[in-house]
């Protein structure tokens, strides 16, 4: 039940873009769909057109989500429809994550309503989500990606909906298969409003790994 | 900058109903989007329809996510668009949650492609996301409903995309304004894959609150 890396379709950099373009169409219908206050016929006959350009993409469809078809290295930015980062993924906010020479794994993000908990705040479980990614990310970086083995947040204050967040991380230590990292998002004004420590794993099987 | 309760838009069963059909078809249009392999030219046709959809919904727009009209007392269920278990967000899977007379938290899902993060696998991240907003409503099951103070996940095996999921969640404590909860998402044969402890602590603000 495991897919293996090769089974994956690869998509070159042109095709990449253009798929990153209808992701970012249907990221804009979604928050549109959220947020309408047209009326119940317009939202059913739109609703009905969906359906439609559902199923024109769904003429030709694939059994995996697509990866990058040059990836540099092993990296889990191949996943070209990660929930997090991916461009070619609606659900993504995506946040684009940047790499340092010295393993810092960066990236500005901003949420909008469709990502909210509390009114005008993001929704914790998304915040986790996001800082799970980007140590991941970190843990990637040193050469030993790995699953998620556990991962301890603290929130500090309400991290703010529609304004520049930023997320850092970096990893502390590899030991064999583990990897410890840690990391944090942070609003505009510098300070922190949720901190992360992670363990990651790689699994024995993966050691020529697909991330 | 925090929108309180009264400012948000209210919808009767009737007008969810109708925009949680709608989200439901933008829901499918993601995971179509994913997986589509149309060529370049068809997929950038879908994009231009797209945004021509975004710009119907968009002709009336509300300023805030919608809350349910007839909300049962203080609790999360009211945000619809919430982004796990809201029917009118298209990025929330959604999930259903019941909670029984003895406060379990309890709702039973499925995760497609546009949730995965290992190859077949669940999204580490994901399920953080999931157990969050799950041991938040056992947290507010309680009558103390608060804002995630910490989340701590400890992953035992991965999470198989494509397949029934439960994730059941309940309060152990309540501390004044704090309340601790406990849950797990199990795979079809019963296993646990993830455990999950949280505090959730009541913003004193919110005392009569919005959730």
Chains 1, 2 share one sequence.
Do not use: C
Not at 10 to 17: C, I, K, T, W
């Amino acid at each position: 039940m495991n897919a293996m890396p090769d089974e994956r379709p690869r998509l070159d950099a042109e095709e990449a873009a253009t798929l990153a373009g209808l992701a970012a169409r249907v990221r804009e219908l979604t928050e549109a769909a959220v947020l309408t206050g047209v009326d119940a016929a317009e939202a059913a006959a739109v609703a009905d057109e969906v359906a439609a350009l559902t199923a024109r993409l769904g003429a030709e469809r694939r059994e995996f989500p697509p990866f990058a078809a040059s990836p540099d290295g092993v990296r889990m930015d191949r996943q070209l429809a990660n929930p997090v980062t991916g461009p070619l993924n609606p659900l993504a906010p995506p946040i684009e994550l940047e790499v340092t020479s010295d393993g810092i794994v960066r990236g500005e993000f901003t949420l909008g309503p469709v990502y909210e908990g509390p009114p005008s705040y993001v929704h914790g479980g998304v915040s986790a989500m996001v800082l799970d990614q980007v140590l991941g990310m970190a843990a990637a970086a040193t050469g030993t990606p790995g699953m998620t083995a556990t991962l301890e947040l603290r929130y500090r204050r309400p991290t703010p909906l529609g304004v520049p967040l930023l997320a850092e991380a970096k990893a502390s230590r590899v030991e064999g298969r583990k990897v410890f990292a840690s990391g944090t998002i942070a609003a505009p004004d510098g300070r922190v409003t949720v901190e992360a420590t992670a363990l990651f794993v790689m699994p024995q099987r993966f050691v020529t790994s697909q991330y």
